[in-house]
């Protein structure tokens, strides 16, 4: 037997299986019908919507208008900004950073980035340089100049690659120019806020930051 229950106590029931429509049959006898009205009204009522997701960037732009001094914050901002193409947003934003570039390898970074923005323009072109460079192997400052501009394109790796041609040739070049380009590159393909190792673990690494770590360690040792 069936027994249907209101308040916890028996109010009907029925015994044995029943087709599909006796059954509604049964619940409609004790289940009230929608007053009128109500599902107009609750089909007018208004969604509450979330407010607009806001993107990364304007999250860091709120972060620093509540607190400038946010160095971590700057960091990240002015990166995203130099990703997406606005150099002259990011270098304004940079600004308050860039004192510390002697002592702090992102902010190196950053700013190795921004100086080969700002190069590129007046440079030679690829095609150029890369001729220049066929004729004759050690010039150097055309190979430096490629390097600016595969910077200012983010093609990371090719600069990487023009910078070992340099060391292979003199490791020295320039004051340790192309060694500490080289080192900024790096700390650039290395993403921010990764997580820290469990203690006893080595941390994990892109396998191609480590490939290119390897290569100038053997460079440099050579």
Known sequence: M????KDGQPVDGFVGAL???QIRAFLDKHVPD?????AEEEAEMPVTEAGP???RLEQLQQDLA???????????Y?????????MDDARMAFEPLAGKALTDHRTQALADWIEAERAAPALRSVDALQAAIAANKRDFDARYSLVQQHMAAQHWTAA?????????RDKSWNDDRARKTYVSILELLTP????????GQAPATDPTVESYRRRLSMVVLS
């Open 19 to 21: 087709p599909e429509g």
């Open 34 to 38: 929608t007053a009128p009205g109500q």
């Open 78 to 86: 002015v990166e995203l900004l130099l990703k997406d193409g606005r």
């Open 53 to 55: 997701v806001l993107s």
């Open 192 to 199: 921010t806020g990764a997580p820290k190792p469990v203690e």
């Open 2 to 5: 069936v027994m249907l229950l």
């Open 160 to 168: 990487l690659d023009e910078l070992l041609e340099i060391l292979m």
């Open 66 to 76: 509540t607190n400038p001094a946010n160095d971590k914050a700057r960091t990240e």
